[in-house]
Nanobody, 117 residues
Framework: VQLQASGGGLVQAGGSLRLSCAAS????????MAWYWQAPGKQRELVAS???????NYADSVKGRFTISRDNAKNTLYLEMHTLKPEDTAVYYC????????????WGQGTQVTVSS
């Protein structure tokens, strides 16, 4: 199973972006999906997560600005980002926890988001 993230780019502060992450491969079942970010010189941190049933969790710094969602039929994860701030600048990684064919934790390749002031 592979994850392919897309949608990053350069945006001015106050702007919006939408990230997508598509899972592909043979038969699989994904439970939890999540977005992480990693700014230069910092550790990778959780931005938002969503269970297969739709329960969500957000980092305090993005609550009210970011919305995570998923389309289980398309095996695709989304992150709607609004009112972007320069401190949101980072490489964003999608993550998926599989329960079939084996329990495993997989990562996408990352997509750069740069917010200019």
């Amino acid at each position: 199973v592979q994850l392919q993230a897309s949608g990053g780019g350069l945006v001015q502060a106050g702007g919006s972006l939408r990230l997508s992450c598509a899972a592909s491969g043979s038969i699989f079942v994904i439970n939890r999906m999540a977005w992480y970010w990693q700014a230069p010189g910092k550790q990778r941190e959780l931005v938002a997560s969503i269970t297969r049933g739709g329960s969500t969790n957000y980092a305090d710094s993005v609550k009210g600005r970011f919305t995570i969602s998923r389309d289980n039929a398309k095996n695709t994860l989304y992150l709607e980002m609004h009112t972007l701030k320069p401190e949101d600048t980072a490489v964003y990684y999608c993550n998926a926890l599989l329960s079939y064919p084996v329990v495993s934790d997989i990562w996408g390749q990352g997509t750069q988001v740069t917010v200019s002031s």
